[in-house]
């Protein structure tokens, strides 16, 4: 029966791949194949929904700059900005955590100048987040501003391995601050370590390029700067108006800044403990900390355009040119340098080398029997500073062409360049017939010594320069020569220097300064 079933025209119809039932089973067989499909479709635009969704929610909670709520516009408290730590060891996962303990929904703001590594465990959640200041070709530009995060009237500037045992801490800052914001910009909480946090006071002179501290006396509670480890808390308005607000070193940075726009900053009874001392636990660490600071330190007074730090117990540190680097400026023109178009003068890093070539090359004169005298804007600084004129970029020295003979280094130096058993370079000018000290091979400041000789009474060059003062002048004012003060020893001057000077530069001269050529940058224009 079953041989004949299959034998069957039925059955062989049945079993057709072209029959109507396989037909229908084929069908089938496609539309369950395309519910799938789309299944798997709907999960994947319920997924996608729900990103957007979630991106959405963060987009409110951390607005692009350009959005239609007021940039100005800032909710009430206080974001914690955390800028010092090195990436090698750090506690700010710790510190983050302790934060967040007291106060879940407290906003915390990490900056890095690059992705932290090794990676920073910190916990996921949107009030928390980590900004790395440089910024990356693929990603929008307020991707890398912090200010962009920060969205609280108040910004709390906390170093790392600070230890937070309440919430109370920022709050009592807080209503500190508000109670004495109109006498001061800025409140500190130390962090105790071993070394207590000191009050200084400072002065920052960009026009000389020079930052002066001093301590302030013990009792005192308004500073311009601290030394020390310490929260700060300011508005962050004030803050993100600063050119520089997060460089690095951190507070050497804000009270450079502070100290130019008048801020102060007020020490309180609060403080904070910290979570290791001392924070780095190993001497490898802590020399790549030192070396890391030292080399920011150098970076940020670069780019402040300071050379000269006096401390608070009286050291200097120098920022500017030496012997083995090239002077501050570059070529001259129009007698004009460039750091006169900047409202500067002249670095004190280049003023200290004019004066120690200047003794030098005088110290030499004098012990060869070359008689000498302080000439031009260099006698004209004497006079009115005792010193080089503060916007001067060099020294001029005239001497008598028939002494050259009793210095061995002039002698020489007509045949070419000679360098000295103490660096300076000797040598016969290009631009005509006097002699040039320089400072050293690399670094290019110098002493011009201008050979007179007297004719018929009156003291005259064979090499004029186009300056006013560049003239011929009677020899009764060499004789005699006289000793004036001049950048910390004394040195020959005319006998009547101040009727030789206005007779090169005018009358007045003396009590009425002015940059070398008034016609392209004047004093009144400088400031």
């Not at 709520?69 to 206080?78: F, H, N």
């Not at 710790?94 to 590594?117: G, S, T």
């Not at 900053?265 to 910290?274: K, Q």
């Amino acid at each position: 029966m079953n041989l004949e079933l299959r034998d069957s025209p039925w059955a062989r119809d049945k079993s057709s791949s072209n029959s109507p039932w396989a037909r229908k089973m084929r069908i089938t067989f496609c539309q369950g194949v395309l519910a799938v499909a789309i299944t798997i479709n709907l999960l994947i635009l319920f997924y996608i929904s729900r990103l957007q969704q979630r991106v959405l929610h963060r987009h409110r909670d951390h607005p692009h700059p350009s959005a239609h709520q007021p940039r100005g516009l800032l909710r009430s408290g206080v974001t914690v900005l955390i800028r010092e730590f090195e990436d090698f060891e750090n506690y700010v996962p710790d510190v983050v955590r302790l934060f967040v303990k007291h106060k879940p929904e407290l906003p915390i703001v990490v900056a890095a100048d690059r992705l932290p590594y090794p990676p920073m465990v910190l916990p996921g959640t949107p009030n928390i987040q980590v900004v790395v200041l440089k910024p990356s070709p693929d990603q929008p530009a307020h991707v890398s501003r912090p200010e962009t995060y920060v969205k609280t009237e108040y910004v709390a500037l906390v170093p790392d391995g600070v230890r937070v045992d309440s919430a109370s801490q920022l709050e009592q800052m807080l209503e500190e601050f508000k109670a004495s914001q109109a006498q001061v910009e800025m409140v500190a909480a130390p962090v105790q370590s071993l070394a207590p946090l000191q009050c200084l006071n400072l002065k920052v002179n960009l026009k000389e390029w020079t930052a002066d501290y001093t301590a302030a006396p013990p009792s005192s509670k308004v500073c311009a700067a601290l030394k020390g480890e310490a929260v700060i808390l300011l508005r962050t308005r004030d803050l993100f108006n600063l050119s520089m607000p997060l460089a690095k070193p951190m507070l050497t940075s804000l009270f450079i800044q502070a100290s130019l726009w008048g801020w102060a900053v007020r020490l309180l009874d609060v403080s904070f403990s910290a979570l290791h001392q001392p924070l780095l636990t190993s001497s490898h660490n802590q020399w790549k900390a030192d070396n890391l600071a030292k080399a920011n330190r150098l970076q940020l007074f670069r780019d402040f355009g300071i050379k000269r730090v006096v401390l608070e117990d009286g050291k200097e540190q120098w920022f500017g040119c030496g012997k083995e680097t090239p002077r501050c400026f570059g070529t001259i023109h129009d007698d004009t340098p460039e750091y006169l178009y900047q409202n500067r003068w002249t670095p004190p890093c280049c003023l200290r080398a004019l004066r120690e070539t200047a003794k030098y090359v005088i110290s030499i004169l004098e012990a060869s029997g070359v008689r000498y005298w302080l000439e031009g804007g260099t006698l004209l600084g004497a006079a009115r500073h005792q010193d080089i004129i503060p916007w001067d970029y060099d020294v001029d020295l005239g001497i008598y062409l028939e002494d050259i003979p009793n210095c061995e280094l002039l002698r020489s130096a007509d045949s070419g360049s000679i360098v000295d058993e103490k660096g300076f370079v000797w040598e016969k000018a290009i631009e005509g017939d006097f002699y040039r000290v320089q400072y050293s091979e690399r670094n290019h400041l110098h002493v011009d010594l201008w050979p007179f000789y007297p004719k018929n009474g009156v003291m005259t060059k064979d090499t004029w320069m186009d300056h006013r003062q560049d003239i011929e002048f009677p020899e009764h004012f060499l004789k005699p020569l006289v000793p004036i003060p001049f950048a910390g020893f004394l040195a020959m001057a005319p006998n009547d220097y101040w009727s030789f000077l206005e007779l090169k530069f005018g009358e007045g001269v003396i009590e009425n300064p002015e940059y070398p050529n008034p016609a392209v940058r004047s004093m009144e224009k400088g400031n």
